[in-house]
């Protein structure tokens, strides 16, 4: 979805919602609820991302079983230590180069899209909801994807491409993560 980290930590699960019938394999966010009172960064309200991904899709119908009201993110500063920690086990500053930040999730989702040809420059910009085309070519660069991957040892390539393939059971609550 491209959110910034700040959109994650904000989101509040009743504005997460999965579509009915013909859109039951989608789900929408919307980011910035007018009646929150709290616009984008860039000053929006009522921003929406449709959520196209089946294995997504269906851990928001499964984590909604259960949860219907409140943050879709209960501690904020946990979610951020993890990844930090993450960041740290798997050695990703060394590895890649550069240091890591919560950003990366929200620029790598725009250039897996473009890597795949999930999504055109347009559909990509709108998605991130990037005022200019100067920010889609900034972020979109799809061969970073191959390059970034390149760059870790095999073991981390197969680590991570396993991780991969369990995402949906993961996200769904039928495996544990792996260590």
């Not at 899709?57 to 984590?63: G, K, L």
């Not at 979610?79 to 990703?92: R, T």
């Not at 055109?120 to 889609?136: M, N, Y």
Request: net charge positive; hydrophobic share 35%.
């Amino acid at each position: 979805c491209y959110l910034r980290p700040g959109e994650v930590c904000r989101m509040q699960w009743q504005y997460v919602v999965p579509g009915l019938g013909p859109e039951a394999g989608l789900a929408s966010v919307v980011l910035h609820p007018t009646e929150q009172s709290k616009a984008s960064k860039t000053g929006e309200f009522d921003e929406t991302v449709i959520v196209d991904d089946e294995g997504i899709v269906e851990a928001i119908r499964h984590a909604r079983r259960s949860r219907h009201h409140g943050p879709l993110v209960a501690q904020p500063r946990a979610l951020w230590q993890l990844f930090e920690e993450a960041v740290k086990i798997l050695d990703l500053k060394k590895q890649l180069g550069q240091d890591i930040v919560p950003y990366v999730i929200r620029h790598t989702g725009a250039a897996n899209d473009a890597w795949n040809q999930k999504r055109t420059p347009e559909q990509i910009q709108a998605r991130g909801r990037w005022k200019s085309a100067t920010s889609v070519r900034l972020y979109a660069k799809g061969g970073r994807i191959a390059h970034q991957m390149y760059l870790c040892s095999a073991p981390l390539q197969t680590f991570a491409l396993k991780c991969v393939s369990l995402l949906r059971r993961v996200f769904c609550g039928r495996s544990p993560p792996l260590k």
